[in-house]
Each structure stands twice: as structure tokens, then as C-alpha cells.
């Protein structure tokens, strides 16, 4: 272009400026166009009808199973190929659900702290195969016979293999109630509402899930940093990933504050407190959005692909899919074959929300679904099933939007 404009004229060169910038328009409403098609099919009841729920559409599934409100991002090609809102984010108020709106990612929450714990191992700051009672100074595991020969590590913690034997889901405190710290969790103690944190067995003789294994992450990672936690997350992971609907922050505060949505029942209504709070930040306290969970699948996707993503290196994000050997978890992720597709993912449930995060292993494709209602997990399935058929997922053939 600058010899063209040189040569010839600045004529020459605005009009090809001027024919380049009508050609990107120009795509630009293709890809709207095609991504609308798939929109409309994902929607729309389901032909051919396979039984179930494909003779509903999506609202009238939403309407079936009292949700209020759900939020999609679907991962095509390594990114966002759309995102949208349906129902509403507050029964009381009649607040529409948008791409903006921040649910609670619940569980989801695990597999983003895995993100940042393996970014500073990456860093050189930990091992994920250390003795973590060399990384604690605020709380230690207990000395026992069954961590003599293999000692309680980064890597158990997080695949869910380290023999801690709590098996918690946190229930979450209402917004004006005391809040324990991390220690006081790990060890039971008031104003705590869940039992200590007890090993059962020892490292990777076999998986059970543990939230209380994530808060002993949780408490590593702040003691080697010397940071709040909420803030280390924005440093390690969410800032680097563009994740600007996203926080770690309990209760949440600036603008991911004024675009929450309201936890609902099973019936769709409200429950007296507008959310809970989670001081078990890194097992469930994450504030978030589909687009930004989507750029977390994308981030491990890209680096995975190699040679390396905005926050991890190749055999970085290789350890995120690597399981243990025992049970489905590896470094954060639970991986699982679907058809003929490996696929990592993860799902959430917190008071009054459910949502679930899914991609492709190699192929840079997936879906995010977040509900603000106990009822959510009745139609995630349903929505990723739907994404899958519409975009031919693990199918040689190019599906054609309808």
C-alpha cells in the first residue's frame, strides 16, 4: 500500500482503502449473519425431533424447569463466536439477563485457581509435586503415617487425589453474616459452617471430590505470595485474559457489583438474601460471565495447541489436562471423552446457581452456560447437546446453520 500511494497517487490508495474497509463490513455482517443462524437453531425446537426435550425450544424449556435466567458463550475456532442473555437476572426487579451479567461460576471457580497455581509453578515459585507444608506458613497438613511415603502435594490437591476425605460443597454464608478465614475452614472452627478438613487415606490412592482440598490451594497460594487472594487472581489470570466481568473479590465489589444476578429456587423465585457470600474464594467465590469463561478454555486450548497462550506455556497447559491415573480429574480439569471427542470441563453449583464449562481438548471449540436458578442443571445438558449438533462437533461434515 505505501508503494502503491507512493507511486500512484493518494487517489489510488484511499479508494483501496476505502474498498478493503467495505469488504471487512461486508464480512462483518456475514459472520453475524452466520453466527444468527446458529442462534436460531440452538433455540428452536430440534428437527429431527430425537424425543426428550427436542420438541421445546429454549424458552419454553427455560419456562418448564423455572429458571430465570440463562447466559451462553459459544468457543468456535479459539474464540467467542456468540454470546447472549435470555429471562431475567432478578425475578424482583425484572432485570434483563445480557452478556454482561455476572453469575456466580460456583466450582468453575476451582479449575481458574488451578490456572494461576500452575502458572506459578510455571514461574518457578512452586512444584506441583511439592510437600505443600513447605509452601504453608499459616497452617500445616498433619503429620501422619499416611503421607510417610508420599506427601500431600499441589498436584493431589488439585485432581482431587490428596486423601482429604471432606467431600465439600460450601453452602455460603448470607452477605450480613460473620465470615471465617481460610484457617478457620480448613480446621472447623466458628463462625465456619462445614466440619474440618480431614485426610482419610493416603496421596493418590484414590479421588474424592474436595472443596476443602481447594482452600488449602487457596491458603498456598496467598502465603507464597503475600497477596489477598481476589487480587493475585486478577494478577495471574484474569487480567492477562481480558476478563473484565470477572472477580474473586467476596463479597464482589466495583462494576462486576452492579451486574450480579440474583440466586433463585427450584420454583424460579427469589430466596431472601439476593446472593450468597463464599469466603472459599478459590473453591467457589468467582464472579464471572460466559465470554470470560470461555477465554479460560480458550487460553488452555491456544496453549495447548502450543507454542504458548497470554498466560500458560505449552507443557504448562499440558499439565492442566494431564490426568492423575486415578479418578477423571487432572490439574483442575475434569477430562472425559464425549462421542468421539476428548473434551475438558467443569461444573458449578452454588446457592441459587448452576453452570458448567466445556470445550474440545485440540479442536478450539466449546460452549459455557450459566443459570441463576437451583434448576439450572436440567437444561445445561440439554444447551451443550444442542451447540454440539448445530456445529457437527467431532463430525468430519461442516454443519449448515439453519
Same mark, same amino acid.
Given at each position: 500500500?505505501?508503494?502503491?500511494?507512493?507511486?500512484?497517487?493518494?487517489?489510488?490508495?484511499?479508494?483501496?482503502?476505502?474498498?478493503?474497509?467495505?469488504?471487512?463490513?461486508?464480512?462483518?455482517?456475514?459472520?453475524?449473519?452466520?453466527?444468527?443462524?446458529?442462534?436460531?437453531?440452538?433455540?428452536?425446537?430440534?428437527?429431527?425431533?430425537?424425543?426428550?426435550?427436542?420438541?421445546?425450544?429454549?424458552?419454553?424449556?427455560?419456562?418448564?424447569?423455572?429458571?430465570?435466567?440463562?447466559?451462553?458463550?459459544?468457543?468456535?475456532?479459539?474464540?467467542?463466536?456468540?454470546?447472549?442473555?435470555?429471562?431475567?437476572?432478578?425475578?424482583?426487579?425484572?432485570?434483563?439477563?445480557?452478556?454482561?451479567?455476572?453469575?456466580?461460576?460456583?466450582?468453575?471457580?476451582?479449575?481458574?485457581?488451578?490456572?494461576?497455581?500452575?502458572?506459578?509453578?510455571?514461574?518457578?515459585?512452586?512444584?506441583?509435586?511439592?510437600?505443600?507444608?513447605?509452601?504453608?506458613?499459616?497452617?500445616?497438613?498433619?503429620?501422619?503415617?499416611?503421607?510417610?511415603?508420599?506427601?500431600?502435594?499441589?498436584?493431589?490437591?488439585?485432581?482431587?487425589?490428596?486423601?482429604?476425605?471432606?467431600?465439600?460443597?460450601?453452602?455460603?454464608?448470607?452477605?450480613?453474616?460473620?465470615?471465617?478465614?481460610?484457617?478457620?475452614?480448613?480446621? $472447623?472452627?466458628? !463462625?465456619?459452617? @462445614? +466440619?474440618? #478438613?480431614?485426610?482419610? =487415606?493416603?496421596?493418590?490412592?484414590?479421588?474424592?471430590?474436595? %472443596?476443602?482440598?481447594?482452600?488449602?490451594?487457596?491458603?498456598?497460594?496467598?502465603?507464597?505470595?503475600?497477596?489477598?487472594?481476589?487480587?493475585?487472581?486478577?494478577?495471574?489470570?484474569?487480567?492477562?485474559?481480558?476478563?473484565?466481568?470477572?472477580?474473586?473479590?467476596?463479597?464482589?465489589?466495583?462494576?462486576?457489583?452492579?451486574?450480579?444476578?440474583?440466586?433463585?429456587?427450584?420454583?424460579?423465585?427469589?430466596?431472601?438474601?439476593?446472593?450468597?457470600?463464599?469466603?472459599?474464594?478459590?473453591?467457589?467465590?468467582?464472579?464471572?460471565?460466559?465470554?470470560?469463561?470461555?477465554?479460560?478454555?480458550?487460553?488452555?486450548?491456544?496453549?495447548?495447541?502450543?507454542?504458548?497462550?497470554?498466560?500458560?506455556?505449552?507443557?504448562?497447559?499440558?499439565?492442566?489436562?494431564?490426568?492423575? $491415573?486415578?479418578? !477423571?480429574?487432572? @490439574? +483442575?480439569? #475434569?477430562?472425559?471423552? =464425549?462421542?468421539?471427542?476428548?473434551?475438558?470441563?467443569?461444573? %458449578?453449583?452454588?446457592?441459587?446457581?448452576?453452570?458448567?464449562?466445556?470445550?474440545?481438548?485440540?479442536?478450539?471449540?466449546?460452549?459455557?452456560?450459566?443459570?441463576?436458578?437451583?434448576?439450572?442443571?436440567?437444561?445445561?445438558?440439554?444447551?451443550?447437546?444442542?451447540?454440539?449438533?448445530?456445529?457437527?462437533?467431532?463430525?468430519?461434515?461442516?454443519?449448515?446453520?439453519?
Amino acid at each position: 500500500m505505501n508503494r502503491l500511494g507512493r507511486n500512484r497517487g493518494g487517489v489510488i490508495g484511499s479508494l483501496a482503502l476505502a474498498a478493503m474497509a467495505a469488504s471487512v463490513g461486508s464480512a462483518s455482517v456475514e459472520a453475524q449473519d452466520e453466527a444468527a443462524g446458529y442462534v436460531a437453531r440452538i433455540e428452536a425446537a430440534q428437527s429431527p425431533n430425537r424425543q426428550g426435550y427436542d420438541g421445546y425450544t429454549l424458552a419454553e424449556l427455560m419456562a418448564r424447569f423455572r429458571i430465570p435466567g440463562v447466559s451462553i458463550a459459544v468457543i468456535r475456532d479459539f474464540k467467542v463466536h456468540w454470546a447472549k442473555g435470555y429471562g431475567v437476572a432478578d425475578v424482583e426487579t425484572s432485570r434483563a439477563v445480557d452478556p454482561t451479567t455476572a453469575f456466580q461460576a460456583a466450582s468453575i471457580s476451582k479449575p481458574v485457581m488451578a490456572m494461576a497455581a500452575v502458572r506459578l509453578a510455571q514461574e518457578g515459585r512452586l512444584s506441583l509435586d511439592q510437600d505443600v507444608n513447605e509452601l504453608l506458613t499459616s497452617w500445616r497438613v498433619p503429620v501422619s503415617e499416611l503421607h510417610a511415603r508420599q506427601a500431600v502435594t499441589p498436584r493431589s490437591l488439585l485432581s482431587h487425589t490428596s486423601g482429604s476425605d471432606d467431600g465439600f460443597g460450601f453452602p455460603g454464608y448470607k452477605p450480613d453474616a460473620p465470615r471465617p478465614t481460610v484457617v478457620q475452614i480448613l480446621n $472447623g472452627e466458628a !463462625p465456619s459452617n @462445614v +466440619g474440618p #478438613v480431614r485426610f482419610a =487415606r493416603r496421596p493418590f490412592e484414590g479421588q474424592k471430590y474436595s %472443596g476443602g482440598g481447594s482452600q488449602i490451594m487457596q491458603l498456598i497460594l496467598t502465603d507464597l505470595t503475600k497477596r489477598p487472594f481476589a487480587e493475585l487472581m486478577e494478577e495471574k489470570v484474569l487480567r492477562p485474559l481480558g476478563m473484565t466481568g470477572s472477580s474473586y473479590a467476596q463479597p464482589p465489589v466495583g462494576p462486576v457489583a452492579e451486574r450480579t444476578a440474583r440466586a433463585h429456587d427450584g420454583r424460579g423465585q427469589s430466596m431472601g438474601a439476593k446472593w450468597h457470600v463464599y469466603p472459599e474464594q478459590a473453591a467457589a467465590g468467582l464472579w464471572t460471565t460466559p465470554s470470560d469463561l470461555a477465554a479460560v478454555a480458550i487460553e488452555l486450548q491456544t496453549a495447548i495447541r502450543g507454542p504458548t497462550g497470554k498466560v500458560l506455556s505449552q507443557a504448562s497447559a499440558r499439565e492442566m489436562i494431564a490426568p492423575t $491415573g486415578l479418578g !477423571p480429574f487432572a @490439574v +483442575g480439569f #475434569v477430562i472425559e471423552k =464425549r462421542g468421539e471427542g476428548w473434551y475438558f470441563n467443569h461444573g %458449578g453449583a452454588n446457592w441459587g446457581f448452576r453452570c458448567n464449562l466445556l470445550a474440545h481438548v485440540r479442536k478450539g471449540y466449546g460452549v459455557v452456560v450459566m443459570t441463576n436458578g437451583d434448576n439450572g442443571g436440567q437444561i445445561i445438558r440439554e444447551i451443550e447437546e444442542r451447540v454440539a449438533a448445530a456445529y457437527g462437533w467431532d463430525s468430519l461434515d461442516k454443519p449448515i446453520p439453519r
